[in-house]
């Protein structure tokens, strides 16, 4: 079997052993979705380029401690991402900068802790689960479109430039998508806003 019919499992089993070409294969996979988030994050399209490469380096690098029984591996990645790009912020913000106030006591005022608790976190890793099954349900078509927004951030216009699909089109098989991933959460007992 080619490597690029194999699940994710195995190719990060055979990354793990130092093969190249399976870390090809997962580069070729999710490159962009993790591009796609470390931008979002970062608002920076050099950054977020410098943290894709050291996002699947150090996927390389920690490749045997990648548990599937704790998340799928897009998971596994778009969370090393997360916390590089909050790293890459953090940094940012650690530069000497003139203060605008002398009073340090009213500048910490304004800072705000971005992490997610722990009891946060356990909720987000139960409800990105709960998506991606959500997402499975969705006929092929739909699925694309939602995932083309959501995940590689384009908007409607460049979906249907993408898929070569009438814009309405594409519209509509937003809005049914979402109304059935709405219905299909709400019925997993997420609540929505």
């Known amino acids: ?51 894709l490469q050291e996002v699947f380096l150090r996927a390389w690098r920690s490749a045997r401690k990648f548990s599937e029984g704790r998340g799928a591996f897009i998971t596994w990645l778009l ?9 890459d912020i953090r940094r940012q913000n650690r530069r000497p900068r003139k203060a605008e106030s002398a009073d340090p ?22 409800t990105r689960d709960i ?4 997402l499975k349900t969705l006929p092929e078509a739909q699925r694309t479109a939602i995932e083309l927004a959501y995940f590689k951030g384009l908007t ?22 979402i109304r059935k991933l709405r219905e299909h959460l709400e019925s997993q007992g997420l609540e929505l806003p």
């Open 156 to 177: 409607q216009r460049e979906i249907a430039e993408a898929l070569d699909e009438p814009l309405g089109t594409i519209k509509t098989r937003m809005r049914l998508a």
């Open 131 to 134: 998506i991606r099954d959500a």
């Open 79 to 87: 969370s090393i991402t997360h916390n590089m790009a909050i790293d």
């Open 1 to 51: 079997m080619p490597l690029a019919d194999l699940p994710d499992s195995d190719l990060v089993d055979a990354m793990a052993a130092g093969d190249v070409y399976a870390m090809e294969v997962l580069y070729d996979r999710y490159n962009r979705a993790v591009f796609s988030f470390a931008y979002r994050i970062l608002g920076d399209r050099e950054v977020a380029e410098e943290i």
């Open 105 to 126: 006591v009213l500048m910490l005022t304004n800072v705000r802790d971005e992490n997610p608790s722990v009891e946060e976190q356990a909720v987000l890793g139960n």
